[in-house]
């Protein structure tokens, strides 16, 4: 069986309007040094709202704007100690806080952040009169962080410059001579999976609704007469399996996987896209006498994705969905023929590592990267490694120039396109 793998980075969504990762580093910084001017709505609601509601809105409202303004002044802290002259690097900044969270403070600098930390956290509390305990402060700064991030990724920020017209020709040819094609993408969007609605690709992401316990309730809206109706909803689990010949890898997670944690320890990975709600969500529960319950999720559910150079490697061998999702992307590179890298910055060391062990020795593979100006040349180092060319992105992308440096041959695409039309041509019984 004749397989391909892909790997996409933030390049390949960047002609769609999708940031890179220095331009959303600048939007987080941005958000979170406005944090506190959104919070005068809901302060003049708390003040004009009735005695009976008035405390509990007062309450919210202040533990908004105890986070709001931790997060503008942890920001600021931070740059003055860790970024004074640099840029601000969101992946670097998640790597550092999460240090202090988890308690990663063995190195020199680490255990400079968190003593500087501790002071900032003593002064911050006596200035807001607050009492929230260090690791709380950074639980809550966490939250938002991530919910800033996946707000950022839902939708582009800028117009869009391609329809991927080409890229989709291309896919469709790869797809005739390739009997699976391997998809991997480092990105949280859901750009591939838009791209696949309109293309209308068949894909499997490993995520099945047929045996899924897990459900969401959803309002619909009746446009005629404007009312709302209650659904239940099932929503798709992780089964691991990936049945079609086109099939999506999402490594780092997604801004739209959620997990949903068990007894013992064990984490079930769900996808909770519209308009399922990830605020309300059901487990079904066989009893012993074997009809089903169903127990309500309780507590903050976040998205399930990475960040951070140094935080990622440490989930690729975790027993749930990423464990799973990187023993998939090793095994598919060991039976590729070709690995096309489009857009990736080659910055993820345990990637590149997984990579060259796979294709350093090999004379039959070949790696074509895509990308028009490489700041990072760590894989076209390998002799099997083939730069598409500069300022070539994934418009210029064809069957000819793809096929020309992996050594395809023409034959294959005719072939196949034979074998098609043979299929297609009815018999003499018909």
Known sequence: MKEISFLLGAGFSKPAGYQLGCELSQQLSDELKNARRRCSALAEISSQAEDYRKKLLTRRYREIIEADSFAEEFLEFYTNICNANSQFNYED?????????????????????????????????RKHNATTNNLDLLGNFHEKFEQCIAKLLARPSEPVKSSYGAFDLFLDDVRKIYDKVHVHTLNHDLFFEKLAADFIWEFSDGFEEAGSHYYSKVELKNADEYLHRPI???????????????????????????????????????????????????????????????????????????????????????????????????????????????????????????????????????????????????????????????????????????????GWQTTDLEQSLGELWKISQPTAAE
């Open 93 to 125: 900044f998640f790597d550092d806080y999460n240090s202090l969270l988890n308690g990663y403070t063995s190195s020199t600098d680490c255990k400079r952040l968190a003593d500087e930390f501790r002071h900032f956290a003593d002064e911050f509390r």
């Open 232 to 406: 239940t909803l099932r929503i798709p689990q992780f089964s691991n399996r990936f049945n079609h010949k086109l099939c999506l890898y999402k490594l780092h997670g997604s801004i739209d996987y959620y997990s949903y944690r068990l007894e013992k320890n064990e984490v079930q990975s769900i996808r909770v896209s519209p308009p399922a709600n990830p605020e309300w969500l059901l487990r079904e529960v066989k009893q012993e006498n074997g009809e089903s319950d169903y127990e309500k999720r309780v507590g903050k559910f976040f998205p399930d994705f990475l960040s951070g150079l140094r935080t990622k490697p440490r989930h690729y061998g975790l027993d749930y969905y990423y464990g799973q999702i990187f023993n998939r992307f090793e095994a598919n590179l060991e039976v590729s023929d070709t690995l096309v890298t489009i857009g990736y910055g080659q910055e993820d060391k345990r990637i590149n590592e997984l990579i060259i062990e796979r294709f350093r020795c090999s004379s039959a593979k070949k790696l074509i990267v895509v990308d028009p100006k490489p700041k990072r040349r760590t894989l076209l180092g390998l002799p099997c490694a083939y730069h598409f060319g500069e300022n070539l992105g994934v418009d210029d992308i064809t069957f000819e120039g793809i096929s020309r440096l992996a």
